[in-house]
């Protein structure tokens, strides 16, 4: 099993970046395809971005396409979210999901472990 903490989130301006970090502890974190979701108040959690075991293959939801970038540091055991030009529609709470699967999945139900969340709020 797979423990995740996320951190980096905070308040920042329409137009501002931020890094999210999410550190893996119990086991190592190459094994696991990652992903990022977030959950607005009264939405349902959506799907971010998704990277393969190696970094090789990534996944980007449309609106967050070209603006955000998901990276990975394997030998850190360390997921993280580079997240640029950001728009007050991005505010929610980001999640860092792991899961045992082939490919890059983009749903929540085929992740298997999650993390408690990091706020981010964007300000207009």
């Known amino acids: 099993q797979v423990q995740l903490v996320e951190s980096g989130g905070g308040l920042v301006q329409a137009g501002g970046s931020l890094r999210l970090s999410c550190a893996a502890s119990?086991?190592?974190?190459?094994?696991?395809?990652m992903g990022w979701f977030r959950q607005a108040p009264g939405k349902e959690r959506e799907f971010v971005a998704g990277i393969s075991w190696s970094g090789g293959s990534k996944s980007y939801a449309d609106s967050v396409e070209g603006r955000f970038i998901i990276f990975r540091d394997n030998a850190k055991n360390t997921l993280y979210l580079q997240m640029n030009s950001l728009k007050t529609e991005d505010t929610a709470v980001y999640y860092c999901?792991?899961?045992?699967?082939?490919?890059?999945?983009?749903?929540?139900?085929?992740?298997?472990?999650w993390g408690q969340g990091t706020q981010v709020t964007v300000s207009s």
């Open positions: 119990g086991r190592t974190l190459s094994t696991y395809v």
């Open positions: 999901e792991a899961a045992r699967r082939l490919g890059v999945p983009t749903v929540q139900y085929e992740y298997n472990y």
